[in-house]
């Protein structure tokens, strides 16, 4: 997308960190933006922050986890702005705790949060945005724990590999809709996302039910996150990946080593399988037919 004058910009979790960025920097680029937020007094105040920086703003309630409220939040920014071009699925919680102690409702109010917002978000809008036929582009929020998997973090990690999964097959199926496609993926920014359960809905416990993670681990997380980057930086870089048309979009070029390591293991592991005794009747097996042209070797 390179025009983005006079356009919208759906935010979820616009209130605060990396969606507020997002819509800041989509904002100076002359987009009207949209800010969804669970927490429906910090978006209202983020829009007005937003609005003394001359862009035109609007807060919306929205929890991504009903996927009605995600509907509802689609038509007010429609009654807004009229069309929806741009679309962040950004709300995001964390989650952590050593194996076993990390509880039912944990689980589940990642999973609703993290994966199925994203999947409230697409599905809600691919279609709005198919039915003005000007096109547009999702951003969804994953994480470098969408590429590496940290002891401790695994529910965090499942639902952002998850949104890394998701968002590799969407950019393919919406290519020739004329609907770009990127995955976020930082490594740590400066927000409160370990401060997430002051959002934390009734049904999952409430505010201050606190999750399993060790105090210490808690602790630690919370000072890489404070001793993160700059979230303007990443919404900066994020309207120049959309500009460009960028699958992914990394924001800590140093944390490269650690993807590559773990690549390095998988591909020792097909080196293994080459030689695998068990496997030498089959290992000229490959149903490429399967794949989609754009991602066959
Ligand atoms: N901060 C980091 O270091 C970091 C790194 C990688 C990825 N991320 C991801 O960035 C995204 C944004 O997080 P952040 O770091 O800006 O944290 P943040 O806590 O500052 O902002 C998250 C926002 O999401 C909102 N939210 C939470 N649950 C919601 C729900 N059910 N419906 C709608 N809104 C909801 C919160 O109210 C808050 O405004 C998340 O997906 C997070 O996983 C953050």
Redesign the pocket.
Known sequence: MKDFQGKTAFV??????????MARAFGHAGMNVVL????VA??KEAAGRLASEQIKAVAVR????ERA?VRAAALEALAAFGKVHVVCN?????VGGPLGTVRERDWDWII???LK?VVYGVETFVPLIRSHGEGGHIVN?????GMISPPGLEP?CAT?YAVVAMSEGWFQQLAPLNIGLSV?????????????G????DKYGGIGDVDPGVAETREQAAQ??LS?VD?DIVGRCVLEAVRNGELYIFTHPAMRPFVEARFQMILAAFDAASNAPALAAVKDHNPVTLLTPQVQP
């Open positions: 979820t979790g616009g209130a605060s960190g990396i969606g507020l960025s969804a937020d669970v927490d910090a978006a929205c929890d991504v986890t409220a950004n709300a995001g919680v964390a609703d949060v993290n917002g929020t994953a994480s470098m724990a965090y952002k976020l993926c930082p490594g740590f920014v400066k927000t409160r996302i370990h401060e997430s002051r959002a934390r809905q890489n996150v993160g979230p």
